[in-house]
């Protein structure tokens, strides 16, 4: 087992990612993206929350969330056809978040929304619509890190013959003997 997934590392994998897929896009940010000066067209991303899930308990100690997440696409009003546009760029943002793990030790992604969004009222000039999906990962770092031993072989022994005295019994996994 592995460390948990570090926030930082998941926010820049997602950025990444819709950056390459999206190069005709002038901005893909996330919570310091200016707003009045925003190079548009545009890809917001935003962790809203977690939700624990103690359901995905992955037995290493961490705490298994659900992240639930929001690409906001922003075009401008005056793009022609951005009623269509603004649709066609949120579908193909959708097929990219779809069962996506950003090549992270996260869970698949799962589209909840791809639709209108209110974004900020005073921001009057685009058209927005949102992406929105929930994506497992485990916080913190495991208890399987970093210490104990790595075991090189594994043995096989079936009652009544195991334990001590009885090694000799054994086969060895994968082995020959």
């Known amino acids: 087992m592995a460390d948990g997934i570090d926030l930082d590392n998941l926010h820049e994998a997602i950025k990444a990612k819709i ?8 901005t893909v940010e996330d919570y310091g993206a200016p707003r009045k000066d925003l190079a548009l067209p545009a ?17 290493t100690e961490q705490l298994p969330v659900i992240s639930k997440w929001a690409a906001r696409v922003v075009l401008s009003f ?17 097929v990219l978040v779809h069962q996506n793990r950003w090549a992270l030790k996260a869970g698949p992604a799962q589209v ?8 900020d009222p005073d921001f009057d000039n685009v058209e927005v619509w949102a992406v929105e999906w929930d994506q497992q990962i485990d916080l913190g770092q495991s208890v399987w890190t970093g210490e ?13 013959k195991i334990g001590p005295g009885q090694e000799g019994d054994y086969s060895e996994l994968g082995g020959n003997s």
């Open 19 to 26: 950056s390459a897929e999206f190069p005709a896009v002038g």
């Open 43 to 59: 890809i917001l991303v935003e962790l809203v929350d977690m939700e624990a899930d103690p359901d995905s308990d992955p037995g």
């Open 78 to 94: 005056r793009d022609d056809n951005v009623k269509r546009e603004i649709r066609k760029l949120a579908g193909a943002l959708g």
């Open 112 to 119: 909840t929304y791809i639709g209108p969004d209110a974004f």
């Open 148 to 160: 104990g031993v790595t075991p090189d072989r594994v043995m096989i022994g079936y009652a009544p």
